[in-house]
């Protein structure tokens, strides 16, 4: 079992998996919870049959989940978007409680959308990656081959940077170089540590 909890959350381009990956390196096991959306719709899966079933056997036919159109059936519908929310939230939620009951240590989950998925886990801190707009904007169209108004497309479909730092307890800026933001994760990594000790000796 996990003994500390953290949920890692920021928006597109802020930098959390440059943050994972740090902290990874550091010793935390880091479980990322788009990875585990897309195993409980792997063929064969329960989620694979419900979603057959509510949006149609023709979304598999290549052999795998077609990604692109179940979103561009369901991101016009909002019924059909509920739709599939009600499929996968609970299959994520079990399969994530699964690995967090099997994981000893510092346990960082990243869940871009926190805020947004409402994701009742019982984390014992809340950590967000944030950056400036036009840092993210830069960010899409250098590394995703994003337009400027792509970019900004995909950041207003979030929510605001206001939004998540409201929900967490310690947040790391990553405008800054990467040996600054070393630094920033490491005083995080400090932090956590010393969260789980406390943890551990009330316990």
Not at 45 to 66: H, M, N, P, R, V
Not at 154 to 162: G, K, V
Request: proline share 2%; glycine share 4%; charged share 30%.
């Amino acid at each position: 079992m996990a003994d500390l909890l953290v949920a890692l959350t920021g928006g597109i381009a802020s930098g959390k998996s440059t943050v994972a990956s740090m902290l990874s390196s550091m010793g935390a096991s880091v479980i990322d919870s788009d990875q585990i959306a897309r195993d409980v719709v792997e063929p064969g899966t329960t989620g694979a049959e419900s979603i057959q079933s509510s949006f149609g056997k023709d979304l598999y036919e290549s052999g795998s989940l077609d990604r692109q159109k179940l979103a561009e059936i369901v991101f016009t519908d909002p019924e059909k978007r509920r739709r599939l929310e009600e499929i996968l939230h609970p299959l994520i939620r079990t399969q994530s409680k699964a690995i967090f009951d099997q994981t000893p240590g510092i346990v960082v989950y990243q869940i871009p959308l926190l805020v947004e998925s409402a994701a009742n886990y019982d984390f014992d801190t809340v950590v967000t990656v944030e950056a400036e707009e036009e840092t993210r904007v830069s960010r899409l169209k250098d590394h995703r081959s994003m337009s400027r108004k792509e970019a900004k497309s995909r950041i207003s479909s979030q929510a605001s940077r206001d939004q998540r730092e409201s929900v967490a307890d310690y947040v790391i800026d990553s405008d800054c170089t990467l040996e600054q933001l070393q630094e920033r994760v490491e005083q995080l990594w400090m932090f956590l540590e010393e969260m789980r000790d406390s943890k551990m000796e009330l316990n």
